[in-house]
């Protein structure tokens, strides 16, 4: 149970934790008293195993290997602690069990389970022929261990056994090693998927500060246009005049309404950003609350905290777009000085429940190409030693940084 990933808290888990080992112990107990047999303890494992797919947010072979790993595991430390009462012959067997399974937990809790969990996040594929590798492993143990009484006291068996656990020992050792492989290649793609997004969001920004710059143009050109409506009343054309004036002051008051209402701040990176995605959210029919107080001068690269807003808001309007026909779609955008570093928060409304990484804090998500921009967020907290919390609560997802 400590190699698999929960979908519930801590406390539910551990309970049903409790109650599966419970489970498993009475009805291997129960199966050796009436039907004896070494393979008895299978029925225990099968008991866990069940439990263990329920309990695992992954219920896949991902789940089935930690099944498997554990399987082995504990199979190896029956087999060890045989091999040593062969070898040392001790008057107190229990003490010698009960050290070597301790042992074995110390090890699956402090090497295995933070490895395991790790790739079973950030790999999804080739698990099911891995399974194959701790089933054998674990069967072949027990067919040792099924004629320990006479066998164990040999030396051909003595030297089989041990040859069996340094084998498996050195095989998990080149799994381990090929997990490291395959995380340094996952972790080469999401960085090639965060280039991704933060290209996509400056090409955005960027369209954006295109359109801004075209309307500056227009306003320039508005002069010269003010310009020839004076020329044409001193020449007495007054009526072309005046409707010439009134739509020119038309279009200008239309484009000051849209300069006004984007104007969130005095970066003009982060201002096409916050304008872009914004409109955006709109057009979408959704409903945009802002209350942002930005300083003159940012301590971090305005660029990345364009992304950083880009990605945010691209995942809130998702969320809003998710929500039930008739629900609410609002976004929440706020963002203020606080004790010398500047606090920001984007929320919007959410109807699904969402799972958060336990180690670090992040949304989880299933969707294929979803999830980029939280790790963009992420990797953006990490480089400027910034606060990141997620939370969920009351109908509402909020992100919050505090810079």
């Given amino acids: 149970m400590m190699l698999i990933d929960p979908r519930f808290a801590a406390r539910k888990s551990m309970g049903i934790a409790l109650v599966s080992v419970l489970l498993a112990v009475g009805t291997t107990t129960a199966l050796g008293l009436l039907l004896g047999g070494p393979y008895c303890e299978l029925a225990g494992v099968a008991v866990v195993a069940v439990a263990a797919f329920y309990l695992a947010r992954r219920r896949d072979f991902r789940t089935l290997f930690a099944v498997c790993s554990s399987l082995l595991f504990e199979v190896c430390c029956h087999l060890l602690s045989e091999v040593l009462l062969s070898l040392l012959k001790p008057p107190g067997a229990i003490w010698i069990r009960a050290a070597v399974f301790a042992a074995g937990i110390m090890v699956v809790w402090f090497l295995l389970r933070p490895r395991l969990l790790e790739m079973a996040r950030g790999v999804e594929w080739g698990w099911g022929r891995l399974c194959l590798v701790p089933l054998l492993m674990a069967l072949s143990m027990l067919m040792l261990l099924s004629d320990r009484d006479t066998a164990m006291g040999e030396p051909m068996h003595l030297a089989g056994a041990t040859a069996v656990l340094v084998t498996a020992i050195v095989l998990y050792g080149v799994l381990t090693f090929l997990f490291l492989q395959l995380e340094r290649q996952s972790e080469m793609q999401r960085e090639n998927m965060l280039l991704q997004t933060q290209v996509s969001a400056m090409e955005n920004q960027l369209g954006v500060l295109q359109d801004q710059q075209r309307e500056r143009i227009i306003y320039h050109d508005l002069r010269h246009y003010a310009q020839v409506i004076s020329a044409c009343m001193q020449r007495g ?18 484009l000051e309404e849209r300069e006004q209402a984007r104007i969130y701040c005095k970066s003009l990176t982060l201002n096409a950003a916050l304008s872009h995605y914004i409109q955006l959210a709109e057009q979408m029919g959704i409903s945009v609350t802002t209350s942002l107080d930005f300083p003159d001068e940012f301590a971090v690269d305005k660029l990345e905290l364009s992304v950083v807003f880009a990605n945010a808001i691209e995942n809130a309007i998702n969320a809003c777009l998710r929500m039930p026909a008739g ?22 409304t959410c109807a699904e429940q969402v799972s958060f990484d336990r180690k670090s804090g992040r949304p989880l998500t299933d969707r294929d190409g979803h999830g980029t921009g939280s790790l963009s967020i992420a990797a953006f907290a990490q480089k400027y030693g910034a606060l990141l919390r997620y939370e969920n609560s009351d109908g509402w997802f909020s992100l919050r940084l505090l810079l």
């Fill in 237 to 254: 054309e007054r009526e072309e005049a005046l409707e010439n004036l009134e739509t020119l002051c038309s279009v200008v008051n239309t």
């Fill in 327 to 348: 629900a609410e779609r609002k976004i929440s955008l706020v963002s203020y000085p606080y004790r010398r570093r500047q606090y920001i928060e984007i929320s919007n």
